[in-house]
């Protein structure tokens, strides 16, 4: 199926916002097995009778899909959710009473009413319940539950304005619903909730660490193993978005930055350097997707290059809430201007920085990922539980690269490397607060203030761009190799490294202090403390730092 020859051509009907008898009609289509373009609050979806076969066939059709990618099916209210799953797990339950309405799908097992077409063929079902008045009037008064993906031609940016869905389906399907702007940009987060903890299959506005909090108050313990969803050889992805590139326009995008909050005060010298860089090699115009701040200095150092530069300006430079609801549309805009490259900003992959992180990638060309980051390197320290060990060993660190540096670049001495250090826990509830004896060490022995900082899991998200992971213990470092095994050549033990490097007289393995009273937790830094000035030359070395 090409999406072509099998399409059918259309008047398509935009129903302006306000017209309650265009929606009445739009939503008879949807009953009487048609295709309809509908708001949500995520993205605008291309909707259908999810218990009609012939109607969901049609979606693939105007959307030129692979029909083996799973669709999401959409309700009006919680009482449709029961009839369309076999089982509502308790973690299915809190997720549904907590987030719904609202961006999240939550994937549960079928029941025979889902047809195998609207599931590519899995035992699983991804339910969502969206916020947005018209999406919901628009089911209801359809009276059936509605397939929906994206509303765009498969591969292309997400719609979030019905011009986008009337740029794309316009003669594919009869009526294309306006119903404003979506309120969140980037599409729901997929959760698989059929065991006994949430696994993250598509990051979204509501975060793994909301839906931990969420469970922890309803009184269901986090197991001890949460094994990450695998796809098995041949079988469909359970999520939409994790086999085909998705989100990107004709050009190439690239993104500048390392992401981290330190970074953003240079993210100015990046985007000046790529678009001189266009202009000498005629690559122009350029897209800039960029903050109101930098756009505006951008405006006046190349104030004659007018002519040659796109902007598209998301909201305040340092917000990634403006920068995810205005992504899809600024990837479209800036496309639709012809430009020969789109550049845009890392954010910090923490919270909804890890779903546009995983959007703009996903729309960044993979030779491109990050345009500048040569001087500078992530390191992560990892324990158990992050409020004890790591957190320490991540202000010890910080610290003492302060105090021995600045540190510069082999192969370019004018330039200061860097280092973006963190933490995380292989067992961490989330948004725990690091221990008061912790604290004190940081402050008063190594002048590092932690004092807001709050345990993080150890998720693949966290770690799949950090150079350097380092574990308290043997443990801990098997445990993570185990678990994420394409990581494995960048995760050491305190004591493996120290071994590889050839240092001696230096005991790498770190015991956990919490519990235990101030003198232990002072022992620990200072045990911290030796092994990081043991190490710290070697890595810089290996870095090509001095």
Same mark, same amino acid.
């Given at each position: 199926?090409?999406?072509?020859?099998?399409?059918?051509?259309?008047?398509?009907?935009?129903?302006?916002?306000?017209?309650?008898?265009?929606?009445?009609?739009?939503?008879?289509?949807?009953?009487?097995?048609?295709?309809?373009?509908? %708001?949500?609050?995520?993205?605008? &979806? /291309?909707?259908?009778?999810? @218990?009609?076969?012939?109607?969901?066939?049609?979606? +693939?059709?105007?959307?030129?899909?692979?029909?083996?990618?799973?669709?999401?099916?959409?309700?009006?209210?919680?009482?449709?959710?029961?009839?369309?799953?076999?089982?509502?797990?308790?973690?299915?339950?809190?997720?549904?009473?907590?987030?719904?309405?609202?961006?999240? !799908?939550?994937?549960?097992?079928?029941?025979?009413?889902?047809?195998?077409?609207?599931?590519?063929?899995?035992?699983?079902?991804?339910?969502?319940?969206?916020?947005?008045?018209?999406?919901?009037?628009?089911?209801?008064?359809?009276?059936? %539950?509605?397939?929906?993906?994206?509303?765009?031609?498969?591969?292309?940016?997400?719609?979030?304005?019905?011009? *986008?869905?009337?740029?794309?389906?316009?003669?594919?399907?009869? +009526? =294309?619903?306006?119903?404003?702007?979506?309120?969140?940009?980037?599409?729901?987060?997929?959760?698989?909730?059929?065991?006994?903890?949430?696994?993250?299959?598509?990051?979204?506005?509501?975060?793994?660490?909301?839906?931990?909090?969420?469970?922890?108050?309803?009184?269901?313990?986090?197991?001890?193993?949460?094994?990450?969803?695998?796809?098995?050889?041949?079988?469909?992805?359970?999520?939409? &978005?994790?086999?085909?590139?998705?989100?990107? %326009?004709?050009?190439?995008? *690239?993104?500048?930055?390392?992401?981290?909050?330190?970074?953003?005060?240079?993210?100015?010298?990046?985007?000046?350097?790529?678009?001189?860089?266009?202009? $000498?090699?005629?690559?122009?115009?350029?897209?800039?997707?960029?903050?109101?701040?930098?756009?505006?200095?951008? @405006?006046?150092?190349?104030?004659?290059?007018?002519?040659?530069?796109?902007?598209?300006?998301?909201?305040?430079?340092?917000?990634?809430?403006?920068?995810? *609801?205005?992504?899809?549309?600024? /990837?479209?805009?800036?496309?639709?201007?012809?430009?020969?490259?789109?550049?845009?900003?890392?954010?910090?992959?923490? &919270?909804?920085?890890?779903?546009?992180?995983?959007?703009?990638?996903?729309?960044?060309?993979?030779?491109?990922?990050?345009?500048?980051?040569?001087?500078?390197?992530?390191?992560?320290?990892?324990?158990?539980?992050?409020?004890?060990?790591?957190?320490?060993?991540?202000?010890?660190?910080?610290?003492?690269?302060?105090?021995?540096?600045?540190? +510069?670049?082999?192969?370019?001495?004018?330039?200061?490397?860097?280092?973006?250090? #963190?933490?995380?826990? !292989?067992?961490?509830?989330?948004?725990?607060?690091?221990?008061?004896? #912790?604290?004190?060490?940081?402050?008063?022995?190594?002048?590092?203030?932690?004092?807001?900082?709050?345990?993080?899991?150890?998720?693949?998200?966290? /770690?799949?761009?950090?150079?350097?992971?380092?574990? $308290?213990?043997?443990?801990?470092?098997?445990?993570?190799? !185990?678990?994420?095994?394409?990581?494995?050549?960048?995760?050491?033990?305190?004591?493996?490294?120290?071994?590889?490097?050839?240092?001696?007289?230096?005991?790498?393995?770190?015991?956990? %202090?919490?519990?235990?009273?101030?003198?232990?937790?002072?022992?620990?830094? @200072?045990?911290?403390?030796?092994?990081?000035?043991?190490?710290?030359?070697? =890595?810089?070395?290996?870095?090509?730092?001095?």
């Amino acid at each position: 199926m090409d999406g072509k020859s099998d399409t059918k051509r259309y008047d398509t009907v935009l129903v302006e916002q306000g017209d309650e008898e265009g929606i009445k009609k739009a939503a008879e289509a949807l009953k009487n097995g048609e295709v309809i373009g509908m %708001p949500t609050e995520t993205v605008y &979806g /291309l909707g259908a009778d999810a @218990k009609n076969p012939d109607a969901v066939k049609k979606i +693939y059709v105007a959307k030129g899909r692979p029909s083996d990618n799973p669709l999401i099916v959409h309700v009006a209210n919680k009482d449709m959710i029961t009839p369309l799953v076999k089982e509502i797990t308790p973690v299915a339950k809190v997720l549904i009473d907590i987030f719904m309405p609202g961006p999240i !799908t939550v994937i549960m097992k079928k029941s025979d009413e889902i047809p195998s077409i609207v599931s590519a063929g899995l035992d699983t079902v991804g339910i969502r319940f969206p916020i947005h008045p018209v999406a919901q009037k628009l089911i209801e008064t359809s009276g059936v %539950p509605v397939a929906a993906p994206s509303a765009n031609l498969s591969g292309s940016p997400s719609p979030t304005k019905a011009s *986008h869905v009337v740029k794309d389906m316009s003669g594919r399907v009869p +009526y =294309i619903v306006d119903g404003g702007e979506c309120q969140v940009g980037l599409e729901s987060t997929v959760v698989d909730a059929t065991g006994a903890w949430p696994q993250i299959l598509r990051p979204g506005k509501i975060t793994i660490d909301q839906m931990e909090e969420a469970l922890k108050n309803a009184g269901i313990e986090k197991p001890l193993v949460t094994p990450e969803y695998e796809a098995k050889p041949g079988e469909a992805p359970r999520s939409p &978005g994790m086999k085909y590139r998705h989100y990107a %326009p004709s050009c190439d995008v *690239h993104i500048v930055g390392d992401g981290s909050k330190d970074d953003f005060e240079n993210y100015f010298k990046y985007y000046k350097q790529i678009i001189m860089q266009a202009i $000498m090699d005629e690559k122009t115009p350029i897209g800039l997707y960029v903050g109101e701040e930098l756009a505006e200095r951008l @405006k006046i150092l190349f104030a004659n290059k007018e002519e040659e530069i796109e902007y598209y300006i998301y909201g305040d430079t340092e917000n990634v809430e403006d920068a995810s *609801h205005g992504l899809f549309d600024g /990837l479209r805009t800036l496309d639709e201007k012809d430009v020969k490259l789109i550049v845009a900003p890392a954010f910090p992959e923490e &919270g909804l920085g890890i779903a546009y992180m995983n959007r703009l990638k996903k729309a960044a060309s993979q030779a491109e990922e990050v345009t500048i980051r040569a001087n500078h390197r992530r390191l992560m320290f990892v324990c158990s539980g992050n409020t004890c060990r790591s957190p320490l060993a991540e202000a010890i660190f910080r610290s003492i690269f302060r105090s021995t540096g600045p540190h +510069y670049l082999i192969d370019d001495p004018s330039t200061e490397g860097k280092v973006i250090v #963190s933490s995380a826990g !292989t067992f961490a509830k989330g948004d725990e607060p690091y221990t008061v004896y #912790s604290v004190r060490a940081a402050k008063y022995e190594y002048d590092e203030d932690i004092s807001n900082g709050y345990s993080k899991l150890a998720i693949k998200e966290r /770690l799949i761009n950090q150079d350097l992971i380092l574990t $308290m213990t043997g443990d801990g470092s098997r445990y993570l190799r !185990t678990r994420f095994p394409d990581l494995s050549d960048r995760i050491f033990s305190f004591q493996e490294i120290l071994d590889d490097l050839a240092i001696p007289n230096v005991d790498g393995e770190v015991r956990d %202090p919490y519990g235990y009273d101030y003198l232990v937790y002072m022992e620990t830094a @200072k045990q911290l403390d030796k092994i990081i000035r043991a190490l710290l030359p070697e =890595i810089l070395k290996m870095w090509g730092m001095t």
